[in-house]
């Protein structure tokens, strides 16, 4: 039985590890080679370069991405580490998240494109908008994970405390981010930039809590 | 010999959950940047605004599509669960049906696309009769799934005979439902929305079951 | 130690069935939705459905590159189950055939592409050319596979020399039908389609062989 | 409490895994159908074949990234093969890695289209550059990977001297191979190549090292 129920959450770890591993591999499509305006067989070095610098918000782009999608697989990662059983409402609490996470390339995106237009408001508006719903899926999810049916019993309330009270805190404070956007979209990118840091931070705590 | 033939299924698995989780990430590919008309250095808040809005068939489709297959996933999943062995008659039936999965974002563009053309009838036509194949594929992954010589022994005739049953039902409705969009294609999409909210709760059922 | 050794199989199995899986998923990329010439918002049932009917030998091409992909699956599945060690030869022959797999709806796409047009004998002979390859790629990984320190020591002679003997006539038979494309094209195609049904039966047989 | 760490390094293996073969999947993505001038109801032999012909540096592209990904694949597989626990540090130093592999493509896609055009020497010094930062993650995964809190207890100091000694040529070399490109964008490429074979050479030394 116990196996059958380990055999489960390894299948459920193994589909949401392709999600997340191929999310994170289709950035890299967007990294794309310079076309050059005049002819290429005449392209001389200076174009290939200033080719190469004016797509630097691209790169930016794929870089912010691929460790906001990289740490969401680490806090993912943690989370099921606690898991024992899967049942239905996991399952879809998982799914919802796993559809979050794909889309996280599209806000990037738009603040990326907007960030030096004066739409710059509206799309960092946008882009912390955006996890909001993402930081409320995790928060369902780990609800769904860290019911006492589903998680590892070895578990102390206070741990379990400890673990709402951090996933609490991110949808409030994106969703201040995301109207303080239209103060300032410095300030916007500079508070998501720092909860990025803090999520980072955070795999740390909860990979330790999650070894116990 | 039972460790060897454990391993087997879990190969096939993996194959299946891969190609399910590349698909729904595909998906993701379709939620793009709106393009502004104008200048984009001069996107204005609105315009931006207007655009994302403008856009709105296409994320119904994504998450359409999204939901659609993971449900088929959890499916799958949970037939597999039942699964004990693997010969070449279930390889080719799941080879069948991971086909139609991997197509279904073409059907759903179809009806998103056309929908408020005076082409809706044949688009939803198209989107419910391509269900009619899925739900055949389904049911033919189930006959070759659900014989003596590959399920798990403990299934009691009963089981089995349910799970036929609900699965049996699939074809029919799609097919009526198709013809029925030359009544009025919103028929049809409603039929379609309410087959995938019993889908989504059929999980819950055969979760059960499996779980005997 | 024997534990490792069926680890280091396992990952390598998980590595090729993710690059099947996921080169098997972006075919369907392939099927898109027919863009109409008129204005889509005036889009009739009779144009969206000429439009589909028209995309036809897009379809086909899907259906015979996910078959040959999925077939190839199978029998890289069976080869593997005789496997019980890998060592650096297997690693780089096990490459090689992957590579080759990757591409194989580039050639497909070619067939498809100029079958109706005087380029078709070009393109068929580089079609089942392209097939010579991949008939290499499989024979040479079968040595790597079926030498004496690397598979399961249970298989009998006969058996080994029976493999060998099977896919050593894949490479001359794709040489011949190659060849063949400047008489007729269609023989061509005819001939790789028999290959391909004799390779799906063929996994019966090496199921059965590989189970014992 | 030894099983748990196995799954813990099961599931990162897995999830580099999935980059790994989706990244060099995508790859296949550039290997394109040639596209005809003239009409292609009209195309004849000469002229698909003049097509296929033209997108050589295409396909040497797609082969060279192919290979380079599959090396870093091996290299990576065993590395993994002496780690027994996973903490913060090894976790992102493996995430690291993984972005600098999903993005080879484009160096390799840069150098191939302006090899032959007059902005050689800075596509070759940019393929190179690149390089220098893939041997740098490498490294740093390197020196995650073998702490002694982290690999397995059976490595000697001799066997951990070695492997940091391997791994500490490739970034000046590639350094080297840079900076030579304002000399001769021939010499970067062939010093390019010449690394690749070493790397090729090293999975094998590698490989029995790890099998200790």
Not at 57 to 76: D, E, K
Not at 128 to 157: H, M
Not at 185 to 201: D, Y
Request: glycine residues 4%.
């Amino acid at each position: 039985m116990a196996r059958a129920e380990e055999k489960d959450t390894g299948r459920l770890e193994a589909f949401s590890d392709g999600v997340f591993a191929f999310a994170i591999t289709l950035l890299a499509l967007d990294v794309k080679l310079p076309h050059l305006a005049g002819q290429e067989a005449e392209a001389s070095a200076a174009s290939l370069l200033n080719g190469l610098r004016h797509d630097w918000p691209n790169y930016l782009a794929f870089i912010t991405s691929f460790f906001s999608i990289f740490i969401m697989w680490v806090h993912h990662h943690n989370l099921f580490r606690l898991v024992r059983r899967v049942d239905t409402r996991l399952l879809f609490a998982n799914g919802f998240l796993l559809m979050m996470v794909t889309v996280v390339p599209f806000p990037s995106a738009v603040a990326a494109e907007y960030f030096r237009t004066p739409a710059a408001p509206a799309a960092c508006a946008f882009y912390a908008g955006y996890f909001v719903f993402v930081g409320l899926a995790f928060y369902l999810l780990l609800l769904a994970a860290l019911r006492r049916t589903v998680c590892s019993s070895k578990l102390t309330n206070e741990t379990l405390h400890r673990y709402r009270a951090g996933y609490r805190l991110g949808p409030p404070i994106y969703f201040a981010a995301s109207v303080l956007a239209y103060v300032s979209p410095w300030l916007t990118m500079g508070i998501c930039t720092a909860l990025w840091i803090m999520w980072a931070a955070m795999t740390r705590m909860t990979a330790t809590e999650s070894s116990l």
